[in-house]
């Protein structure tokens, strides 16, 4: 699990346990009627709005989001300018066996294209397609999670909405009065507590790790067509961190591959 995530949780949860605790005890926050509208209508929902294919994607978006990034930036700069070495000395042709250890299924489909002679333009025309069916995929995803995140607090409200109803039509009965209050309130913290703990933090997760991705395909189409057109390795090296930030690239600047002396 990565390390913000877990703090995330913990702190959000922590707070929420130690604030009931300070007035009460866990028991009277529990209510069989609230988890029942509150879960049921989320899910009612969501099945209802979106196609099966989305709702089996859903468990795959919370192991996303609650395990570490894969994306690595710096990896996939290390691994072209490499290539960009091996083409430069030996030629274009030599990179097909290279294809075999490259894990990035972009950059691999990239290196392989521009192996197979591949007109540049073509090869940029492939890989923004490739790209943006992958953003296209982000986003429905995201979707789904955004969206149970506004699902929830409606539902908490639909909730309250129901416990004062019957509370209004038990004034009579004092009995009745304190349960129904306790549903009208108790679900409506259900809500919020879904909306702003679970899903919607799983929802900006996905969609920090999608920016992050979008922006390594972007730096390995680059990387690809500067291959591709013989470009120095240097040159590809000072191409390639633009892509990221000052302080970073002044980081990572030094310990990623460059170009052999004399090229």
């Known amino acids: 699990m990565e390390l913000t995530t877990l703090i995330g949780i913990v702190i959000g949860l922590g ?12 028991g009277q926050f529990w209510d069989a009627g609230s988890v029942l509208i509150v879960v049921g209508g989320i899910i009612g ?8 294919t989305d709702i089996k994607a859903i468990i795959q978006g919370f192991k996303i989001a609650y395990s570490k990034n894969k994306v690595n930036i710096q990896e996939s700069m290390d691994v072209i300018l490499q290539l960009a070495n091996t083409a430069r000395r030996e030629g274009l042709l030599s990179l097909e066996n ?14 392989m294209l521009i192996v197979d002679g591949t007109d540049p333009a073509l090869v940029k025309n492939i890989l923004e397609t490739e790209s ?24 908490g409200m ?27 309130l108790v679900t409506t913290f259900y809500g919020v507590f879904l909306a702003n703990i679970i899903f919607g933090p799983v929802a900006n997760k996905l969609k920090s790790y999608s920016m992050e991705e979008e922006l390594e395909c972007e730096m390995i189409m680059e990387g690809v067509l500067s291959i591709q057109n013989g470009e120095n390795p240097r040159l590809i090296k000072e191409k390639l961190l633009a892509f990221v930030s000052g302080a970073e690239a002044d980081q990572i600047g030094d310990s990623i591959g460059a170009a052999p002396k004399g090229e």
Request: charged letters at 10%; glycine letters at 8%; aromatic letters at 10%.
């Open 15 to 26: 707070c929420t346990i130690i604030t009931i605790y300070s007035g009460g005890s866990l």
């Open 45 to 52: 929902s969501t099945v209802a709005s979106y196609t099966m």
């Open 98 to 111: 290279a294809t075999e250890s490259i894990e990035n299924r972009f950059l691999k489909k990239g290196i």
């Open 132 to 155: 943006a069916y992958i953003q296209d995929r982000h986003a429905s995803l995201i979707g789904v999670f955004a969206s149970m995140q506004g699902y929830a607090p409606a539902y």
């Open 158 to 184: 639909l909730g309250t909405l129901v416990g004062l109803i019957n509370m209004l039509a038990f004034l009579d009965d004092q009995s009745m009065l304190a349960p129904s209050m306790a549903t009208a």
